[in-house]
């Protein structure tokens, strides 16, 4: 990774939310005083999702792959091993709306439309409304054996597949997303497998309109969030000068765009933003950074090169101006996914692991309070699988 070229940046003001979001990411959870948990907190872990409020959790549903809450928190949207369900949460009602399992999913801003990405096995990318009606918007291409697992009879071949990567609405109507979408090399390699392509969906019309774009020769985009007031998009943009083997990571700040050639990539971060590849932050290698909802701050954990070492640490960033303030080191796998604020951001909520045990962390950021308000276990003698586990969503 290297550093970004930008402008010089001072030294910012001290934001409340950022200072007392760190001490909550860093500090250990257990430790002070005992505070009232406004609302109810939902979170998918080891295939359950539990409805988490001060002094109980409700298990909701069991068996569940994937899942997300719509913004407005009237859904929430599923899957288990063999199909993908609707479930209106104010009479518990399921409705079937995909006879296939999703991997990924997620919502637009009102919670009128959402997509069911299916994961590796079909390759299929879905979008959907909440009267149950769901369009096919894209095919990937199939997943085949590496040949080199093919000849090792020790375990079972994995299969690879043509990437499809960084889904999200941009607006209410309009789906955005990167693939790698070029002929599957006779030996598959995950390293090489590189989004090429990226689709720009209009979902008013009928058909769905599907605009393609490729990218420039040795980059791949990945969309990763955006910020609903402040009409901006973020990217994970990599570059590859000279081997596909070296690509350099960069994050940047782009104005949402309608069209293809109004996207511009200029205005980069000014900092190596952690990408974890062990399901941190919410997806497999998604970049750790993201806009917190009420003041569309950066908020996330980046990373630099010591005489020690790789070390992580908190960033906030003010992605208009371009100032950034460095927060405290940060130990690496102790955060499962990104933490979810409260729509005050007056509260964070932070799902941590240790290996065997998870538990969620809320904070109190205007009084520095912070309280364990759930825990579980794992079976004596193994430790929790975090691919699939994160906090979905905050409701009041």
Not at 76 to 95: A, F, G, M, P, V
Not at 132 to 159: H, N, Y
Not at 237 to 259: C, D, I, Y
Request: hydrophobic share 40%; aromatic share 8%.
């Amino acid at each position: 990774m290297r550093k970004c070229p930008m402008r010089v940046l001072k030294r910012v003001r001290s934001y409340p939310l950022f200072v007392l979001s760190m001490i909550a990411l860093i500090a250990w959870p257990g430790c002070g005083a005992k505070m009232k948990i406004p609302g109810v907190l939902y979170v998918l872990s080891q295939s359950n999702i539990y409805a988490v409020s001060q002094d109980s959790a409700e298990t909701l549903l069991t068996d569940v792959v994937a899942a997300a809450l719509s913004p407005d928190r009237k859904y929430l949207l599923y899957s288990t091993n063999d199909q993908t369900i609707l479930r209106e949460l104010s009479t518990s009602t399921d409705k079937p709306v995909l006879g296939e399992s999703g991997q990924t999913l997620g919502w637009n801003a009102d919670g009128s439309r959402f997509y069911v990405f299916t994961g590796c096995g079909a390759n299929r990318l879905y979008a959907g409304k909440t009267d149950g009606s769901v369009t096919k918007i894209f095919q990937g291409l199939i997943g085949r054996p590496r040949v080199e697992d093919q000849a090792d009879g020790s375990a079972p071949a994995q299969p690879v597949c043509g990437e499809v990567s960084g889904i999200i609405f941009l607006t209410d109507d309009t789906l955005v997303f990167s693939v790698f979408d070029a002929p599957l090399p006779r030996q598959p390699d995950l390293v090489n497998m590189c989004a090429n392509k990226a689709y720009l969906v209009r979902l008013e019309t009928v058909p769905p309109q599907i605009v393609p774009h490729d990218f420039p020769r040795k980059e791949r985009w990945k969309f990763v969030d955006v910020s609903e007031d402040k009409d901006l998009v973020l990217l994970s943009v990599e570059k590859n000068p000279e081997n596909v083997n070296l690509f350099q990571s960069t994050a940047v700040v782009a104005p949402r765009f309608e069209e293809w050639d109004k996207i511009s990539l200029e205005n980069e971060i000014p900092q190596n933003i952690t990408r974890w590849e062990n399901g941190s932050w919410g997806v497999t290698g998604e970049l750790a950074l993201f806009f917190t909802p009420k003041t569309s701050l950066l908020f996330g954990v980046a990373l630099e090169s010591t005489d020690k070492g790789l070390k992580e640490y908190v960033t906030m960033i003010d992605p208009e101006s371009g100032q950034t303030e460095r927060g405290p080191d940060v130990e690496a796998g102790q955060i499962v996914n990104r933490p979810l604020l409260d729509a005050g951001e007056q509260y964070a909520a932070v799902l941590y692991s240790q290996g065997t045990e998870e538990h969620i962390t809320v904070m109190d950021l205007t009084n520095n309070l912070q309280s364990v308000v759930w825990k579980i276990k794992a079976p004596k003698g193994y430790s929790f699988d975090l691919k699939r586990d994160r906090l979905l969503a905050w409701v009041e």
